[in-house]
């Protein structure tokens, strides 16, 4: 089994700063790709921004320039810095992971997972 934790969501004024962290943990044997969505109410989740194992990242064009992702292998954690928040940042976000497992099935095909989420709510 997988477990994904994050924490660090919350009530922030327009401008302001959060960070998000997500650790990864359980029977994972290799991890693919780390990441972060997000959703808000009656709409489809939608990419944040993602890292892989080698450090590449993809952010959504409505957060570049203001979000940073970076993992720290060690732990098995991603974070995601958010600058500049704004309003229309406000959703639940979700943390992301692809990893292979101590099965050998999962090698050629490693699943996903998704944490529980967390809310961040950005004030105008």
């Known amino acids: 089994q997988v477990q994904l934790v994050e924490s660090g969501g919350g009530l922030v004024q327009s401008g302001g700063s959060l960070r998000l962290s997500c650790a990864a943990s359980g029977t994972i044997f290799s991890i693919n790709v780390m990441g972060w969505y997000r959703q808000a109410p009656g709409k489809q989740r939608e990419l944040v921004a993602t890292?892989?194992?080698?450090?590449?990242?993809n952010y959504a064009d409505s957060v570049k320039g203001r979000f940073t992702i970076s993992r720290d292998n060690a732990k098995s954690t991603v974070y995601l810095q958010m600058n500049s928040l704004k309003p229309e940042d406000t959703d639940v976000y979700y943390c992301y992971l692809r990893c292979s497992t101590t099965s050998i099935a999962t090698i050629f095909d490693p699943p996903e997972y998704w944490g529980q989420g967390t809310q961040v709510t950005v004030s105008s």
């Open positions: 890292i892989t194992s080698g450090g590449s990242t």
